[in-house]
């Protein structure tokens, strides 16, 4: 995998509500990559469809959780789909949180174990990325796997990563996004699933080191923080905040629509407007 395979813009969905017909859609807006939520177990049986449904799509994990699948069944599955669909599988892995998973001890020696685990079953790094906030675990993405993929996190954060890991390193943010130009509704929209997030200390002591604070972590969270992290407005506004990563430093966003029984909607909308600003050269 490298990033121009990707494109600039894909589209992450939990994986319970991705069909196969909703990710040849995907493809053919343009879009580059699927990247699969809600850990995904890494012997989960909708993999196949949603790539043979598609004929360039990048289908990926974001991600399979390490505690809840083991490095075996995951080595299975990418060489399985690689013989099916090469080059077009990549197998994203993570720690989870400490709040969720019971085995939650030394998660950053537990993700070294797990990668020595996929070297050892061959799976290429080229072949694997790996959920990345903190410096410490950005740099283990950066030199073992092909991607560090930032969740929940705002540009600077992303700029903070370009910085730390160099040119060379590819960056994967996602990024939520509310179509709506009502500011108070949209973040009511998004208030379900944003309130979760701020009881995950991953995603909290991250969004502490950018300059927020008790005040916009306490749940429900600050319009401040709501705005940083979720795009909401037109499709133009939105555009503007997804491009903002781009200039930062990123390779490729991940755009989680919320909000929507069907995301395709808001996926349609953006469409054009993310490949024209993508084609227009930026300062």
Known sequence: MTAD???????????????PAAAREIEELGYGALWLGGSPAADWDGYDALLEATDTLTVATSIVNIWSSTAK???ETYHRLEARFPGRFLLGV???????????TKPYDALV???????????PAHGRALAALGPRVAKLARDRTAAALPYLTVPEHTAALRAQLGPDARIIPEHKVVLDADPDRARTTGAPVFGFYLGLSNYTGNLRRFGFDD???T???SDRLYDAVIAHGDADAITAKLTAHLDAGADHIAVQ???????????RALAPLLAQRTATPRR
């Open 5 to 19: 395979d990707l494109g600039k813009y894909g589209v992450w969905q939990p994986h319970s509500t991705v069909t």
């Open 73 to 75: 069944d995951a080595a």
């Open 94 to 104: 993570g720690a989870g949180h400490r709040e969720h998973d019971g085995d939650y």
């Open 113 to 123: 174990a797990y990668l020595d685990d996929l070297d050892a079953a061959g799976v």
């Open 215 to 217: 005040a916009d972590l």
């Open 219 to 221: 749940a429900p969270g």
């Open 257 to 267: 629509i919320l909000g929507a029984a069907d995301p395709l909607p808001a996926l």
